[in-house]
């Protein structure tokens, strides 16, 4: 094999086991340890205005307590659908609303779900 074709294939393997850390990253972040945090979600797909949106582009996710997330949208008229979107994630997360934010309490983790990860 010729010098450039070994770096090639060297930067192309590097590039690829970026990607795969990236993304274990990503996924490990989402896991739920019984204790609130605002990655878990970061996957969360809103319906807004017609399109599929990330809730980080319309609210703010913070864990004000170990047992809950607070979403504060930045347009109010959003808090059903991104209610629906957190529900439809299917992250066994249940938000609830107060017209103004969504608080979503988050269970503590079960015997069962810590087998299951």
């Known amino acids: 094999m010729e010098p450039n074709l070994i770096e090639l294939a060297l930067d192309e393997a590097r590039d690829g086991m970026t990607e795969s850390v990236e993304h274990l990253r990503t996924e490990i972040s989402t896991i739920r340890t019984g204790r609130a945090s605002p990655a878990m ?3 969360v797909q809103v319906e807004y205005y017609g399109s599929m949106t990330p809730l980080e582009q319309v609210a703010s ?3 004000p307590q170990a047992d809950l997330l607070l979403v ?3 347009d109010t ?8 979107g ?11 609303n107060d017209g103004q934010t969504i608080r979503v309490p988050v269970p503590p983790l079960s015997q069962e779900r810590r087998q299951e990860l």
Not at 77 to 84: G, P, T, W, Y
Not at 89 to 96: C, F, H, T
Request: aromatic share 4%; glycine share 4%.
């Open 72 to 74: 504060q949208p930045f």
């Open 61 to 63: 996710v913070s864990a």
């Open 86 to 96: 957190i529900m439809q994630a299917n992250l066994g997360l249940n938000p609830s």
């Open 41 to 43: 979600l970061q996957n």
């Open 77 to 84: 008229s959003a808090l059903h659908d991104i209610e629906r």
